[in-house]
């Protein structure tokens, strides 16, 4: 048992401060913005491997967080929904490697593809972002965890009496880090429409207008999306909004016309590869845990119980 402190209140540092707590450790976490201004408050939070690096272990980490999330869908509190849709599949070898994770999958049914598509119907996790992150906070306060808010410049300025930093800072870790030319943005736009009455989600990474998905959540809607490797820009454009109304209505007519609540955009923390390991050089060890992309959510609880085995081992 030790003294943990967690840089980011993010899905991944709160994920990851709530393991370790559950195992005994004394966690502090420090984030500069809380969960309502993280990246992860963008998401559509969707269980699906989308834009992360596709190795066995983190495939085994989202494995592992469908089946967690898969049970937290139990306690509607939680925020996490399991909701039927459909996976869209428009190459000739599409990656399907995702479905191993996931029971009852089937190939879709011709009432259930626009033309020109194949797919795979399944269950997935949803969670409602903002309800599910709030009952994260509020579980990990539960259990004892020190949410302070504080912008830090390296693992160091934690601060005396901690025995271990994890790093779950998102798309700035790797500046915490001293640099790491592997970590890049994949900025995300996003507009929430009033939800008519949808609950089947569809996912349409390869649409060829361009990147497309329907979440519906409890009251709105979350459509998307871009995916642009590089750009740094947060502001939303009206005119890319114009094209992700357009490429969801084709999809889902049922959207035509419903009105729109919000509209966001997020810095997906990309890497070339997902970044789980310790790294020495400073006061005390560093686990860093970032580099997830498109995938916090559908990774979160697989990473936050290998930080653990991490922490364990030292
Ligand atoms: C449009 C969009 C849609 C998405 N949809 C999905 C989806 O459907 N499913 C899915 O799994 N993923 C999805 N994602 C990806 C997901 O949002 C991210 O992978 C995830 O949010 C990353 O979480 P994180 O905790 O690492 O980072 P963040 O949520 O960015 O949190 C970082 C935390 O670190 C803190 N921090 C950073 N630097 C410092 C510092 N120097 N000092 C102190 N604190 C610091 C911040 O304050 C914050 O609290 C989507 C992303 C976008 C943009």
Do not use: K
Not at 105 to 129: D, I, S
Not at 152 to 160: S, Y
Not at 199 to 217: E, H, I, K, S
Not at 274 to 279: F, I, P, Q
């Amino acid at each position: 048992m030790g003294r943990i402190a967690v840089i980011g209140a993010g899905v991944i540092g709160l994920s990851v401060a709530y393991e370790l707590a559950g195992a005994g450790h004394d966690v502090t976490v420090l984030a500069d913005r809380d969960h309502t201004g993280a990246v992860s408050s963008v998401a559509a939070a969707i269980w699906f491997p989308h834009a992360v690096d596709a190795a066995p272990r983190v495939l085994e980490s989202a494995r592992l967080t469908r089946d967690r999330l898969a049970s937290l869908a139990a306690d509607a509190r939680t925020g996490v929904r399991l909701r039927t849709g459909t996976v869209l599949t428009r190459r000739p070898d599409p990656d399907l490697s995702w479905t191993a994770a996931v029971p009852g999958h089937r190939p879709a049914t011709a009432a259930e593809l626009p033309p020109g598509a194949a797919g795979v119907t399944c269950e997935l996790p949803v969670a409602v972002t903002n309800v599910y992150l709030a009952w994260l906070r509020a579980s990990v306060l539960g259990r004892g965890v020190e949410i302070r808010a504080v912008a830090l410049g390296t693992p160091d300025e934690a601060g005396e009496g901690f025995d271990a930093v994890v790093v779950a800072a998102g798309i700035r870790s790797g500046a915490l880090l001293g640099g790491d030319d592997q970590v890049f943005p994949i900025r995300g736009q996003i507009v929430r429409l009033a939800n008519p009455g949808l609950t089947r989600w569809l996912l349409d990474d390869d649409n060829p207008d361009g990147l497309t998905y329907v979440v519906p959540r409890d009251d709105d809607v979350v459509c998307g999306g871009t995916g642009d490797a590089g750009s740094w820009d947060e502001t939303a454009d009206p005119d890319v909004e114009r094209a992700i109304l357009r490429r969801v209505t084709a999809l889902v007519p049922e959207l035509a016309g419903a009105p729109i609540v919000s509209r966001a955009v997020g810095l997906r923390p990309a890497r070339t590869s997902v970044r789980l390991e310790r790294v020495d050089g400073y006061a005390v060890p560093v686990i860093a845990a970032y580099g997830h992309g498109g995938s916090g959510f559908t990774l979160s609880w697989g990473e936050a119980a290998r930080v653990r085995e991490l922490i364990d081992a030292l």
